[in-house]
């Protein structure tokens, strides 16, 4: 059974309430403005890379390189 990788917003929404923390607070922490968070959160495709490291970086975390199935693409 092939596994489905969490998206990199469901990572920072289940991340924030774990630490029972608002958007708002995560924004503030994190430096970056609350709508910022909410686009992160809602999945959108464009967002710049450096806010989202900085985040992550609370977290722990960086974005970075992930494989990926070639084949699978292909077949698209």
């Known amino acids: 059974m092939e596994q489905i990788p969490m998206t990199l917003s469901d990572f920072l929404k289940n991340k924030r309430k774990q630490l029972n923390l608002t958007q708002q607070q995560l924004a503030e922490k994190a430096g ?19 806010k989202v490291n900085q985040v992550l970086k609370l977290f722990g975390q960086e974005l970075g390189p992930q494989p990926i199935n070639r084949e699978k693409l292909l077949r698209k």
């Open 32 to 50: 970056v403005g609350l709508r910022f968070i909410r686009d992160l959160e809602q999945g959108k495709t464009t967002l710049r890379m450096d």
